[in-house]
């Protein structure tokens, strides 16, 4: 499963455009997810992980347990140090692999990485 946070739109439309057999679920600070999973998120403020993403990772044990990996969409024009922030700071709090950072709605190959990706991890290939 894909389990995403979208505010403005960027990230549902990039879920949007993920092979349909891939589940996708969006998050509030009360979902559990229980399946090994990959987090979708939109970066917030300058760099920041959204405070609904940290509030289901920090709420449920399992949402934590089952994470396998990160990718975030941000913003180039904000720079390239707060560039997609929610993804590294996920990743080295919770020691997870960065799967992509996008660029706002992201392109074709973004959609193929993640995709490709996504299939390794559930086949229990390292990613």
């Known amino acids: 499963m894909i389990a995403y946070a979208s505010r403005t ?30 987090l979708l998120t939109y970066t917030d403020k300058l760099g920041e992980a959204p405070e609904v993403v940290r509030q289901f990772l920090s709420s449920h044990e399992e949402n934590r347990e089952n994470l396998r990996g990160v990718i975030a969409s941000g913003n180039t024009n904000f720079g390239k140090r707060n560039f997609c922030g929610s993804a590294i700071e996920i990743s080295q709090w919770l020691r997870v692999p960065i799967i992509r950072m996008i660029d706002l709605r992201g392109n074709q190959d973004d959609i193929a990485t993640i995709s490709s990706s996504y299939r390794k991890m559930i086949a229990g290939e390292q990613v």
């Open 9 to 38: 739109g960027n990230v549902r439309d990039i879920v949007g455009r993920l092979d349909k057999s891939i589940p996708i679920r969006e998050i509030t600070a009360s979902t559990i997810v229980q399946d090994p999973y990959y």
